[in-house]
């Protein structure tokens, strides 16, 4: 399961990266926060962060449950396709939002897999 911890590890540090990218576009812009609009690179920034953050509530329990009853290995590999996914998709929606698409799916696809392996394995080690 260290690997496993690893890329959930990686995971965390990419989301931090997305939090960071949201302060230097608060700074480039002078919008202070509460507010969230009125720059379209911020509202990009803070797009990004907030559509990983909600993919991270499913994929991290995904991942874990994936590499403690289907396969480290196999685990790991999709969510390293999840990492890439999710650069994939802040470089393209950073640079124009209908650039996601690519991201989005390797994403959505690798968390679709954890979370069938993970369905699939937590039922049959309760049979």
């Not at 995904?62 to 790991?76: D, N």
């Not at 690798?110 to 049959?124: E, R």
């Amino acid at each position: 399961m260290a690997l496993i911890a690893a890329v959930i590890s990686l995971i965390l540090l990419e989301y931090y990266v997305f939090m960071m990218l949201v302060g230097m576009a608060r700074g480039k812009s002078g919008i202070q926060a509460p507010q969230m609009t009125g720059d379209p690179k911020l509202e990009r920034a803070i797009r990004v962060q907030m559509n990983t953050l909600e993919q991270m509530v499913v994929v991290i329990p995904c991942l874990w449950l994936f590499g403690t009853y289907i396969s480290t290995t196999i685990g790991a590999g999709l969510g390293v396709a999840f990492i890439i996914g999710r650069a994939l998709y802040c470089k393209g929606y950073m640079a124009d939002p209908n650039k996601r698409a690519i991201g989005f799916v390797i994403g959505f696809l690798a968390t679709l897999g954890l979370l069938g392996g993970a369905v699939y394995g937590t039922v049959m080690a309760a049979l």
